[in-house]
């Protein structure tokens, strides 16, 4: 069994995303800027934002944290986010998700301009993505297939199951693992709330990628032995034994399951530290289109 280190991994790629940052620097090019906008205070939310400007950092990044509060309208965050589409200095930014619920998420997403849209959420990205064009991958599968590649994980002709069916991970996921060429070339099922029998289609899978948010769901038994296990799932279950009053943990009963597995992703140290590292390499992807294009 091989743990599939998205710690070391994601690490490796902002080394890479550094020397190419510097690169710039000393061509006398201006260096990728990601900003973020955060809508109220949201732990987790302001947690996640804290880290991805301390990433802009290390990797030698311009970043801007546009935060606003609870009560702001619809139409102040869309003023703002015009603002950002037309600003050339910035290069990429993201929306901070959840939004409070005065504010229509779709519309926000919509309103991001597809080019500085480096979370890769607009519908135009995504319809880039589905026809296998040039495009921003959402960061999460992006790091997925970041890690299947790095670790040289065969894909072609394998039956992979993925559960869970969001915008943000699932359908993006199925749609990139079916596509030609590597990562990818491989036979999907999507499976979600509905699906029945569903450790039938899981046990007969040779990849299983798992983003539904419930705590050990995957057991051992739902899985063949040498399967790769992706685990997007994270979540926090209270345990006052523990100094922080929580644990973290995954979709997968990593311990029983990991004794199966050929490939295997933990929690924490998996998916999540590749997914900031992809929207730096998304960040960095809209610099260099933005000084090809000659727009700024």
Do not use: W
Not at 12 to 28: F, S
């Amino acid at each position: 069994m091989i743990i599939l280190d998205g710690k070391k991994t994601s690490n490796d790629i902002k080394n890479e995303i550094t020397d190419t940052v510097q690169a710039m620097k000393d061509n006398g090019e201006k260096v990728p800027h990601l900003a973020a906008v955060i809508v109220g205070n949201d732990g987790a939310s302001l947690t996640y934002v804290g880290s991805k400007v301390r990433a802009c950092e290390r990797v030698g990044f311009e970043s801007t944290m546009v935060r606003m509060p609870n009560t702001t309208s619809e139409t102040e965050l869309l003023k703002e986010i015009k603002k950002l589409n037309d600003n050339p200095e910035i290069d990429g930014f993201i929306v901070q998700l959840p939004l409070p619920k005065q504010i229509d998420t779709q519309k926000v997403l919509m309103a991001v301009d597809p080019d500085k849209d480096v979370d890769g959420f607009h519908p135009t990205n995504f319809g880039r993505m589905a026809l296998d064009m040039s495009t921003f991958i959402p960061a999460t599968p992006f790091g997925i297939l970041e890690l299947l590649d790095r670790y040289g994980v065969d894909t072609k002709g394998k039956h992979t199951v993925v559960i869970g069916r969001s915008h943000i991970v699932g359908r993006p996921m199925s749609i990139l693992m079916g596509r030609k060429g590597f990562p990818g070339n491989s036979t999907v099922t999507l499976t979600h709330s509905h699906t029945k029998n569903i450790t039938q289609i899981t046990s007969q899978a040779d990849i299983i990628i798992t983003a539904l948010g419930v705590p050990g769901f995957l057991k051992a038994e739902m899985v063949k032995d040498d399967a790769v296990i992706i685990d997007v799932g994270i979540t926090r279950v209270p345990d006052e034994s523990r100094e922080r009053g929580y644990y973290i943990t995954g979709d997968v009963d990593f311990k029983n399951v990991a004794k199966k597995a050929s490939y295997i992703t933990p929690v924490p140290g998996g998916v999540g530290p590749m997914t900031i590292a992809m929207l730096l390499k998304n960040t960095l992807l809209a610099r260099e289109r933005h000084r090809a294009a000659n727009r700024y």
